[in-house]
Nanobody, 119 residues
Framework: QVQLVESGGGLVQAGGSLRLSCAAS????????MGWFRQAPGKEREFVGR????????LYADSVKGRFTISTDNAKKTVYLQMNSLKPEDTAVYYC????????????WGQGTQVTVSS
C-alpha cells in the first residue's frame, strides 16, 4: 500500500522558516522523482519543486527559488522541503507527490499539510 505522509506544517511569522517532511512507503523510493506542490485557498495547485531521488538534481518554481530547498534521505525514504524567508503568499496546503516519470505526471500524492505565514 502506497503512502505519502507529510508533516511539519504550522503557523510561522513572515521571514521565518519551516521544514516539511514527507515519509514514503509502498514503492521503490529511489526509482521515483519526488515533488512538492501547494494550493492556496481559491487558487489552483501549483508546482513548488522536485528532486530526483537518484542523483539529487532539483528544479524549483521561480517563486521559491533561493528560499526553498528540497532534499531526500533515501535510507529513510523521506523527502524534505526546507522553507526559509517565508512570505504570507506562501500560505497554502503543501503536498508531496511521487512520479515514476515526472514528465508524464505524478503517480502518488500525500494528504497535505497546512502552512500559514502571518504578516
Amino acid at each position: 500500500q502506497v503512502q505519502l505522509v507529510e508533516s511539519g506544517g504550522g503557523l510561522v511569522q513572515a521571514g521565518g522558516s519551516l521544514r516539511l517532511s514527507c515519509a514514503a512507503s509502498g514503492f521503490t523510493f529511489d526509482a521515483y522523482a519526488m515533488g512538492w506542490f501547494r494550493q492556496a485557498p481559491g487558487k489552483e495547485r501549483e508546482f513548488v519543486g522536485r528532486i530526483r531521488t537518484s542523483g539529487g538534481s532539483t528544479l524549483y518554481a521561480d517563486s521559491v527559488k533561493g528560499r526553498f530547498t528540497i532534499s531526500t534521505d533515501n535510507a529513510k525514504k523521506t523527502v524534505y522541503l526546507q522553507m526559509n524567508s517565508l512570505k504570507p503568499e506562501d500560505t497554502a496546503v503543501y503536498y508531496c507527490a511521487a512520479a515514476s516519470d515526472w514528465r508524464v505526471g505524478y503517480n502518488y500524492w500525500g494528504q497535505g499539510t497546512q502552512v500559514t505565514v502571518s504578516s
